[in-house]
């Protein structure tokens, strides 16, 4: 960096220190790549007289320059609060561990006791995880009480990570008197699934002591629902429950109504899009009933509850004088019901909770419950099956490992696991089930499929597409059955290859449409594997353009999945 670009750097930071024991370089889109880019940081680090607060986020900070900006930080020891967020823009996944090491390492050589650690929208993945579990089983932690890690990508393996650092932490700062009182956890889009979920609700279970939990959008259904629930009845002074867009179905719903029981400092409940339906919504309503008598917003919008269950929650609210805000959006009232869900909360003097209703699905008739009571029958044995595979693949890699091959008395080779057909798959769509679909997976999903279908290869796409993880099994099944899909598809004349990107973009949320079309709650997938079959030489060059035009644009969904979409465009622009 030349003399006269840091005299200009220092000139802008000049501001930089706001009051209260806190540095910002906050949004100053910082690219910091060496030693020398980071002099002016540590400049301002080396000089501000007891540092309690740092904040880096908005700018991207590369491996030499984490380590310089380390050292400073070792004689910081009053620091409490690192605001470290969206610090790695544009950095290669490998270059993050090592720079939070040596920022951890920092910390714990510093003796630091750290409050508050943001992490988020850091696109690190399980291998990020491993960058700060020191520093999280350190002393430096012991007096932590808000841990942000949203839209990092930590997968199942890094929450597994996570929660075994978290749990570690409370046991050695027990053994020193003072336990861990962590009050704030904050991990949406991280696709922990039901696996990263259950682990990290027994590191909860021990904790006791949270106040706030946020995991929003992380494919849990009813299994890692439960195990949160049960792990909520531990921590009795919670307050702000945000599980947005899982997936409870009745048995999820059931659990978590039985946990709020026994809750009494709830204030804020969401459980949007979780599918809580008629069933859960009125054992949440038998909830609110027996308690929650702070609580101020309640969200259950767009969970498939019928009427009758929508009244019974509205009836349960009575009295409850601290509600701000009831959000009952996007479920199947019908008008009247609609109008008699305002009048009962008019007759409690709430006027003005309620949320808007546009997206009110109409009151669906009466049989219509017996399906939706067929519905969560399946979704249950679809949940039970998936976990019999798991124990199945287990047993399977059992008999496979040399040291613990077992056989049948009566048999000479050990019983494999049944494969998983199309149908199956689609249904369901999980990496187990792409990847027990055999070696002609692709071949024989291009061949069920009607290509000559638009809408059908679109969903297609994308049930494949959803299941993409960085694990080289699975990404190299995802993107050869992408292939033999769309390679087919494009080949064929009919196949209007302008409907299927529109119909993409709409279906990912990058045009709208006047059709009401849910989109897909998780881009990280598909743009991943749109970055792979982009580069092939079936797919048309003219729609390049269309998806740089759409990628590149302004977009509140794609800011979630900076990496992802960064790649990509790297990707549209050199093909």
């Known amino acids: 960096m030349a003399s006269e670009d840091i005299a200009k750097l220092v000139e802008s930071l000049a501001k930089a220190q706001v009051g209260g024991g806190e540095l910002s370089f906050k949004g100053k889109s910082l690219k910091l790549n060496t030693a020398q880019d980071a002099e002016v940081v540590i400049k301002e680090i080396e000089e501000y007289e007891g540092l309690q607060a740092l904040r880096l986020e908005g700018n991207t900070v590369g491996v030499e320059a984490a380590k310089v900006i380390a050292k400073a930080l070792q004689k910081k020891p009053d620091l409490k609060k690192c605001y470290w967020n969206d610090m790695f823009t544009g950095r290669l996944r490998s270059e993050i561990p090592p720079a939070l090491i040596s920022l951890g390492e920092a910390l714990i050589t510093a003796g630091a006791q750290l409050q508050e650690l943001d992490l988020s929208d850091n696109a690190f993945g399980p291998d990020g995880v491993r960058g700060f579990e020191a520093l999280l089983k350190s002393s430096a932690c012991y007096t932590l009480q808000e841990l942000r890690l949203n839209n990092c990508g930590m997968g199942i393996g890094g929450g597994k990570i996570l929660a075994d650092s978290l749990t570690e932490c409370y046991k050695k700062s027990s053994a020193h008197g003072r336990p861990l009182t962590l009050k704030v956890f904050v991990a949406g889009r991280n696709r922990l699934e039901n696996d990263g979920t259950i682990a990290l609700a027994e590191a909860f279970r021990i904790i006791g002591t949270l106040e706030e939990v946020h995991m929003p959008q992380n494919g849990i259904n009813h299994a890692g629902i439960s195990a949160l629930a049960e792990s909520f009845s531990a921590n009795s002074l919670l307050r702000v429950i945000n599980l947005n867009d899982n997936t409870f179905t009745e048995r999820g719903a059931v659990a978590m109504a039985r946990a709020l029981k026994t809750l009494r400092q709830v204030e804020v409940i969401n459980f949007g899009d979780c599918l809580v339906r008629s069933k859960g919504a009125l054992a949440i309503a038998e909830a609110i009933k027996e308690g929650l008598h702070k609580l101020k917003e309640l969200n259950l919008s767009f969970c498939e509850i019928k009427r009758e269950a929508a009244v019974a929650v509205t009836e349960a609210l009575e009295d409850r004088m601290k509600l701000e805000k009831l959000d009952l959006n996007g479920n199947c009232f019908g008008e009247e019901g609609c109008d008699q869900i305002q009048e009962i909360l008019d007759g409690f003097n709430m006027t003005g909770v309620l949320g808007p209703l ?31 595979e798991e124990e199945e ?38 990496p187990d089930k792409l990847l027990r679909m055999g070696p002609k997976r692709s071949t024989i999903l291009a061949q069920k499929m009607d290509v000559s279908d638009t809408g059908k290869v679109v969903q297609a796409f994308l049930q494949v597409s959803s299941v993409f993880r960085d694990e080289n099994a699975v990404k190299t099944a995802v993107q050869e059955t992408a292939d033999a899909l769309l390679e087919k598809a494009f080949s064929i004349a009919v196949f209007q290859s302008d409907t299927f990107i529109t119909s993409l973009l709409i279906h990912m949320g990058l045009l709208k449409s006047e059709e009401k079309i849910k989109t897909i709650p998780n881009l990280y997938g598909p743009l991943m594997t749109l970055n792979h079959v982009v580069q092939q030489d079936y797919f048309p060059k003219s729609l390049i353009p269309i998806l740089i035009a759409f990628v590149t644009k302004p977009n509140r969904v794609l800011e979630e999945y900076s990496c992802a979409r960064h790649t990509l465009l790297q990707t549209l622009h050199q093909v």
């Open 393 to 430: 693949i287990r047993a399977k890699e059992e008999l496979d490992s040399p040291s613990k091959k077992i056989l049948h008395s009566h048999e000479s080779t050990p019983v494999l696991t049944p494969p998983v057909d199309v149908a199956s798959f689609l249904a369901f769509p999980s």
């Open 358 to 388: 546009s997206d009110d699905e109409g009151e669906d008739d009466d049989d219509d419950d017996e399906e939706d009571e067929d519905d969560d029958d399946e979704d249950d044995e679809q949940d039970d099956e998936e976990v019999e």
